[in-house]
C-alpha cells in the first residue's frame, strides 16, 4: 500500500532517516574504533617517514631515471613513474616508492578491516543488542555504520 503525497509516493509505515540519530551511530563506531584508527594512522605516517628517510641515498642519482627509462612502458606505469618526474626527485621518489605501490594497498587493506569491523564487530563484542534496542532503525544503523566507515 502506497500513500502520495504532493512530491512523491511513500511507502506506509516507512520512517525518514533521523540525521543525528545516523550521526549518533556513525560517532560511536569511530569511538569505538578510535585505538585502531589512531594505530593505522600511526603507521601510515612511520611507513611515510621510513621511506623519506632512505630518499637521500638516491638524491641526484640519474642512474635510476636512465634504468626506469630502459625498462617497459607498462612496467614504468606500474612502478609508479611519470612522465617528466625524475625518480631521484623529492616528487617522483615519493610517488613511486609511497602513493603508487605501499599507500593504496594498504588503504584497501585497511578499508576491509573496518568495514568487516562494522559489520561483524558490534556483534562479536555483544555490543550490537544494546544499540539495537535504542530507538533507532535497522535503516540508521546500517547507513550509520556506512558513513562512520567511509
Known amino acids: 500500500m502506497t500513500v502520495t503525497t504532493s512530491s512523491a509516493p511513500v511507502v506506509a509505515g516507512a520512517r525518514r532517516l533521523d540525521g543525528a540519530r545516523?550521526?549518533?551511530?556513525?560517532?560511536?563506531l569511530l569511538g569505538d574504533r578510535r585505538r585502531s584508527l589512531l594505530w593505522w594512522t600511526l603507521g601510515l605516517v612511520g611507513?611515510?617517514?621510513f621511506v623519506i628517510a632512505f630518499y637521500p641515498s638516491i638524491e641526484g642519482d640519474d642512474s635510476f631515471d636512465e634504468l626506469m627509462e630502459s625498462l617497459p612502458e607498462s612496467f614504468q606505469t606500474l612502478s609508479g613513474v611519470s612522465e617528466g618526474i625524475s625518480i631521484s626527485s623529492p616528487a617522483g621518489y615519493l610517488n613511486s616508492q609511497y602513493f603508487s605501490n605501499m599507500f593504496p594497498i594498504l588503504l584497501l587493506v585497511f578499508g576491509i578491516g573496518a568495514g568487516a569491523a562494522a559489520v561483524a564487530g558490534s556483534e562479536s563484542e555483544g555490543t550490537l543488542e544494546q544499540l539495537l534496542t535504542e530507538p533507532v532503525t535497522r535503516r540508521e544503523v546500517a547507513v550509520g555504520r556506512w558513513l562512520g566507515v567511509a
Open 47 to 49: 611507513l611515510a617517514l
Open 22 to 28: 545516523v550521526r549518533a551511530v556513525g560517532g560511536r
